[in-house]
């Protein structure tokens, strides 16, 4: 089965950082973009950053943009979430998944596949 699995959420305080990591069970990363989403309580599940295969390229929300940081490790099959600067409204489950294709489209996240179960993350004082 080919699946994603995240790890490294907790809680943190304002201000505050986090990495994230997503790990396939599988397959290997290094032939698709890979993307970040995440959803709060009662709310729809949002991209926050993607990363292309081919040339590195990412993508943010605007939301994250400038405090989040997405890289990846393909010797590693992992790729990378840094968190700085962050908010209480950053609280949410945070899942990657995987592009069909090299193209990261955050939009398009019905398109996404490879599922993880997500990991929490609490930005709280």
């Known amino acids: 089965q080919l699946q994603l699995v995240e790890s490294g959420g907790g809680l943190v305080q304002p201000g505050g950082s986090l990495r994230l990591s997503c790990a396939p069970s599988g397959f290997r990363l290094q032939y698709f973009a890979i993307g970040w989403f995440r959803q709060a309580p009662g709310k729809e599940r949002e991209g926050v950053s993607c990363?292309?295969?081919?040339?590195?390229?990412?993508t943010y929300a605007d939301s994250v943009k400038g405090r989040f940081t997405i890289s990846r490790d393909n010797a590693k099959n992992t790729v990378y979430l840094q968190m700085d600067s962050m908010k209480p409204e950053d609280t949410a489950t945070y899942y990657c998944?995987?592009?069909?294709?090299?193209?990261?489209?955050?939009?398009?996240?019905?398109?996404?596949?490879?599922w993880g179960q997500g990991t929490q993350v609490t930005v709280s004082s």
């Open positions: 990363i292309r295969s081919t040339d590195g390229s990412t």
């Open positions: 998944a995987r592009s069909p294709s090299d193209a990261c489209v955050l939009s398009a996240k019905t398109l996404f596949g490879s």
